[in-house]
């Protein structure tokens, strides 16, 4: 990127939405890294209407796949849209024999936060996964909906429950947005050998930029502003400096 459109992006971003839209644009940008390595079947699961949040469907990231499919839970929890190639699918119940191994990639965005039965839903994601699951979740974003906003994650949550469902992480990366909200993204596999040569392996729940603050450089450190106590520390620190030898002085 030029410099010129980079300072342009960075002025932009000033002023999008921190709540909702950053970090949906950054798992975007993430899913569009990788979307192109995967052909076959490919469906997303509780996709809704299929939208990007960006003006573009996911179905076009996936410009290798044989087929696209869309599942969908109750119209009046963003469900079932009456749309072409559309399941109705309820990921908190038992999954369907049919279903069962069906697709070669299952790509779920930001559903389990919504499901009290997570666990349930979790292996159904699995389940219906000849290969790869890609899978985005809230680390740190405000309580939404009024259907129900049960469950955040955290690296090491996602890492383990794909374990427990017989699949290896493969990728697994976080954004790091100041003063917004963190989503996690990830891609898991049933056949590691496959993917090795092609998806560079990535874990970690370890910020690259250490916090002012001091504090833990894990995800989620820069989301949380903590100025005013960064403040209170230099001006501590100044006052040692500049008083200490006056008041070493006096004592004597």
Wanted: charge should be positive; glycine fraction near 4%; hydrophobic fraction near 40%.
């Amino acid at each position: 990127m030029f410099p010129a459109n980079r300072a342009a992006e960075k002025f932009s971003s000033i002023f999008i939405d921190r709540k909702y839209l950053i970090a949906r644009i950054w798992s975007n940008r993430e899913l569009k890294k990788f979307a192109h390595l995967f052909d076959g079947d490919i469906v997303n699961v509780s996709g809704w209407q299929d939208a990007d949040k960006e003006g573009k469907r996911y179905k076009d990231y996936f410009i290798n796949a044989s087929s696209y499919t869309i599942t969908n839970y109750k119209p009046e929890a963003m469900g079932f849209q009456g749309l072409e190639n559309e399941i109705f699918l309820d990921l908190a119940s038992e999954l369907p024999n049919e279903l069962i191994n069906k697709f070669d990639v299952v790509f779920n965005h930001t559903v389990l936060e919504h499901i009290y039965q997570v666990n349930t839903a979790f292996k159904n994601l699995c389940l219906m996964s000849r290969d790869v699951v890609i899978l985005v979740v809230p680390f740190l974003q405000q309580m939404h909906t009024n259907y129900g906003d049960y469950w955040r994650f955290t690296p090491l949550t996602i890492k383990r429950m794909f374990e427990e469902n017989g699949m290896s992480l493969l990728y697994l990366s976080f954004n790091s947005h100041k003063n917004a909200s963190i989503y996690i993204f990830s891609i898991a596999t049933r056949h590691t050998s496959k993917w090795q040569d092609k998806i560079k392996g990535q874990f970690s729940y370890i910020e690259q930029k250490r916090p002012l603050d001091g504090f833990e450089s894990y995800i989620g450190c820069h989301a949380i502003q903590n100025e005013f106590y960064v403040l209170s520390k230099m001006f501590g620190k100044l006052k040692d400096i500049l008083f200490h030898p006056f008041i070493k002085k006096i004592q004597k």
